[in-house]
């Protein structure tokens, strides 16, 4: 009874095509996040939706569109895939939003490796 | 697959106590280990990593970690913490080399209290 389930685990797929990664959460939260990791193998933030809309939008290029048809979803929709899109991309969420007066934990999902070729 | 166990859910501490959280995984492989934290008010960050080399690994504000191989540890330290080191605290796991999925412990929550 996974938490923050992901899917596809992995998606492989040519340059220039649009692609779509799934991710639900179980846990009645209010806030949901995409992270990419990178070659590096470091995590950094995307988006963050609350509710539904858009609450962070890091420098990320647009052809990256999150959407959240309800609060239990975010997805991610890459538009024209290039080779550099190629990575891990990780779902969490979190009861809320995090604020300065509280640290909500964050829950992950497994991960989606993307590799474009 | 590997796998991340973080023990301490919640820790509290005083200012100036020595912090030590726990952090082991189950891997068979080489690996790469990391140290994330969540501030409050603040996204996920880098605290340290460990790709090879010294075992002891130093990080920002003070924090360092020991890789301990024949025990599958790699346990966050700090000599003593302050009331800003109140944080959400993730170990991370990877089998080292190419793209390979970083696995998370379920995190630990410090609180330091002044």
């Known amino acids: 009874d996974t938490a923050v389930s992901q899917t596809p685990k992995y998606l492989v797929t040519q340059m220039g095509n649009d692609k779509s990664i799934k991710c639900e959460q179980n846990l009645g939260h209010d806030t949901m996040y995409w992270y990419k990791q990178d070659s590096k193998k470091f995590l950094k933030i995307m988006f963050s939706y609350n509710n539904k809309e858009l609450i962070i939008n890091e420098t990320v290029p647009n052809r990256f569109s999150p959407k959240s048809p309800d609060k239990a979803h975010l997805n991610l929709h890459i538009n024209s895939l290039e080779l550099g899109d190629s990575a891990v991309y990780f779902c969490a969420s979190s009861q809320g939003p995090t604020t300065s007066a509280t640290n909500e934990k964050l829950f992950f999902g497994s991960g989606t490796q993307l590799s474009v070729l | ?114």
Not at chain 2, 49 to 75: C, M, Q, T
Not at chain 2, 85 to 95: G, L, R
């Open chain 2, 1 to 114: 697959a590997q796998s991340v166990s973080q023990h301490n859910h919640h820790v509290i501490l005083s200012e100036a106590a020595s912090l030590e959280l726990g952090c082991n995984y189950s891997y068979g492989g080489t690996v790469n280990l990391f140290w994330y934290v969540q501030y409050p008010g603040q996204h996920l960050q880098l605290l340290l990593k460990y790709f090879s080399g010294d075992p002891l690994v130093k990080g920002i504000k003070g924090f360092e970690a020991e890789f301990i191989k024949s025990k599958f540890s790699f346990n966050l330290r700090k000599p003593s913490v302050q009331w800003s080191d109140t944080a959400e605290y993730f170990c991370a796991v990877t089998p080292s080399g190419g793209y390979q999925k970083v696995t998370f412990g379920t995190g630990t929550k410090l609180q330091v209290i002044p």
